[in-house]
Each structure stands twice: as C-alpha cells, then as structure tokens.
C-alpha cells in the first residue's frame, strides 16, 4: 500500500501490519472513527489533500512579514469587534510598499487566514479566528489526548484505533 491515492490496492490483497498501522494512522488524522465507512482510496485521498492544506496554511506563516500582519490584524478593536484595515493602512503600519501588502494579503486570504470586504473601491481586510481555530482545533485536541495519554500511561497505537469494538 502506498500513500499515492491513484496507487489503490486490490481490497482482496494481502495487507501488512506496516500498511494497516498507515491506514489507522491516516484515519487518525482525518478525524474518523472505526465504525466510519471510507473505502481505503478515499480515506489515502483525503488524507493527502489534508496535508496539502495543512502545508499550504503552515507555508502562509514563514514570512516575518506575513505573520507580524497576521498578529496586527488579530488586534482586539473598539467594541469587541475584529477591526478591519485597508491594504494602505497596513502598509503604513509595517512601512512596506501596498504591492507587498496586497501580495501577502492575498496568499493569508488564499489560505482562509484573513477575510476581505470590499467597500467601494477600497478592500478591508481583518483575521478569521473561526478558520484558524476550527483548522488548528484538530491538531490541538489530538495533543491534548495523546498527552493525556502518556500521563495516565495509556497505550493506544493505530491498530487499536482499527480493532472493531468486539474485539476490545
């Protein structure tokens, strides 16, 4: 079995334990659970567009730039409400040209980090908390169990999460 979702093993092949552990794992990570029903080519499919996501949004903070404007937008306005800023706003903030603002604007907004309104001809830009906290919400529970895991001295590796609840 290979992580190449074009590459699906016939589902009467023989599989080893090093291909079950990397299924169970790869559900793990896509949030299944055993009882769910996902062929293995769509559970490898979905599984590899996961990761693309997951880099492309890891990708969108390795530019100093990018994540200062990230950390200013997520400033608490007036009222309780996300302020909204202009892409000539920023620029003065950081003293970087619009060009470059709106370049990095848009690569956090490609990567759903920062929401746009447009407002005649000027576009106001602030941070979507509700995308980084349900997108960073998975990783952060799956920490969270696996330390709680260790404290307690729970063993649980992939192949548990494969074994059927009678088996238990």
Request: proline share 4%.
């Amino acid at each position: 079995m290979t992580d190449d979702p074009t590459n699906i093993p016939d589902e009467n092949a023989p599989v080893s334990e090093a291909d079950l552990e990397r299924l169970a794992i790869a559900s793990q990570y896509l949030g299944l659970d055993r009882d769910d029903k996902v062929e293995l080519g769509e559970i490898l499919s979905r599984k590899r567009e996961r990761i693309k996501q997951h880099l492309e949004f890891l990708r969108a903070f390795t530019d100093e730039s990018r994540l200062e404007i990230v950390i200013f937008l997520m400033h608490v306005g007036q009222a309780g409400k996300m302020p909204q800023y202009s892409v000539s706003e920023i620029a003065n903030r950081f003293n970087i040209s619009l060009s470059t603002v709106s370049h990095h604007l848009q690569e956090l907004k490609r990567v759903g980090v920062v929401r746009v309104e447009r407002s005649g001809k000027e576009r106001y830009y602030q941070a979507d908390l509700d995308f980084m906290i349900d997108f960073l919400g998975s990783w952060h529970r799956s920490l969270l169990l696996k330390r709680e895991m260790i404290r307690q001295g729970t063993q649980m590796c992939p192949a548990d999460f494969l074994a059927k609840p009678d088996e238990e």
